[in-house]
């Protein structure tokens, strides 16, 4: 059975805490019931299952299976971003620049990534990096498509929800750059018709879509990295004081990061221009002076809206996690936690397969269980 539009407000466990008895739910209409089963599983996210059992707190204050106060701790998401550009010896090389397909039609890229011999070596975590396209808002790109995408977009911000006044002042404030990008469009009219059909083929109409447009490569490229989270006590969610709708109390997320998250970034980036200067390709030009001190605002201002991971680790001790390795809560005998929230390290990737590969072993220990 599957109850659409239903919220769970809490576990309701026994008087010793050992098991579930039921979910008390609601709906929008505030239509109160409660979900009895064998076994529950959480499969909220990284957010809404510490969410949960934090706010399950009616036996046991701390929360459900909150026993060392290890729930919503070691929240981790991703540092990602662009420091520099890579400045080929030979362009045309490309170095693998665009999307290449599989077999079956799949759109896939080559990525430039530390062997797991570096990691230990450096003592660091780990990471991926790969060639992005220019800042469309800049339009030294001279790319009538990218310019014809930020005027788009400028148009389209400055009219969605907004004032007339707020509209009219948007559309000054970004004149001057708007003007740049008019004559890109406009130099290349005739090009950008054909290029702007096969994109739209490729991006709406197909089956396998192109993942995004990347222009034609330049002399210098964007270089994207994308690196490990390295788990961290400190990082972590908590309930607050204001409630939502249902009464149920919200999150509060305070992300933290290490020395060691700024070392992987920092190391990575070395070892990378290090070996395109061995293998002559190019060399690693950074776009601020002070790379460290521009991760360190970075992260001060990091909004974790991308994927959220930890929050109810894995442990063999629950001493130190939340769940054991077959995903069971810690001291509650029939509540299990699917998800993103049971890593106990992130990783560079995104976390997709791995949980639904998690949910999948889930399933089966349930089944026969």
């Not at 990471?127 to 030294?140: H, L, M, Q």
């Amino acid at each position: 059975m599957v109850a659409l539009d239903a919220h769970a407000l809490g576990i309701r466990v026994s008087g010793d805490g050992g098991q579930v008895d039921r979910i008390a739910a609601t709906t929008s209409a505030n239509s109160r019931f409660n979900v009895v089963a064998k076994d529950y599983v959480l499969a909220c996210g990284g957010l809404e299952n510490p969410r949960l059992l934090l706010a399950s707190n009616d036996v046991a204050p701390a929360g459900v299976g909150n026993r060392f106060d290890n729930v919503g701790r070691y929240y981790m998401s991703h540092i990602a971003g662009v420091l520099g550009s890579v400045r080929l010896s030979d362009p045309g090389s490309l170095l693998a620049y665009g999307f290449e397909t599989d077999d079956e039609g799949v759109y896939c890229r080559r990525r430039f990534r530390l062997t797991a011999s570096a990691q230990e070596r450096l003592e660091i975590g780990n990471g991926v990096a790969f060639f992005f396209r220019p800042n469309i808002a800049s339009a030294v790109h001279r790319n009538a498509l990218f310019s014809a995408a930020y005027l788009g977009k400028t148009y389209m911000a400055a009219l969605r929800g907004r004032s007339p006044a707020e509209s009219l002042r948007a559309l000054r404030d970004s004149k001057a750059a708007r003007r740049e990008h008019w004559r890109v469009v406009v130099k290349d009219a005739p090009g950008i018709v054909p290029e702007s059909v096969r994109l739209f083929r490729q991006r709406i109409l197909a089956k396998r879509r192109l993942p995004m447009f990347l222009g034609d490569p330049a002399e210098q490229l964007p270089l994207f990295y994308q690196t490990e989270h390295i788990p961290n006590r400190e990082s972590q969610v908590r309930l607050c004081g204001e409630r939502d709708r249902f009464g149920m109390p919200r999150l509060e997320v305070g992300v933290r990061f290490t020395t060691l998250d700024f070392k992987t970034v920092l190391e990575f980036h070395r070892v990378l221009a290090a070996r395109l200067q061995e293998r002559s390709l190019g060399e690693f030009v950074y776009d601020m002076s002070d790379p460290l001190e521009h991760l360190e605002r970075q992260t001060s201002l990091f909004n974790s809206n991308a994927h959220h991971i930890g929050t109810t680790r894995i442990s063999e001790r629950a001493e130190d996690g939340v769940v054991d390795r077959d995903c069971k809560v810690h001291g509650v005998a029939n509540l299990f936690v699917a998800g993103s929230s049971v890593f106990p390290t992130s990783g560079h990737a995104n976390p997709t397969l791995t949980l639904v590969a998690l949910a999948a072993r889930l399933a089966d220990f349930l089944r026969y269980r």
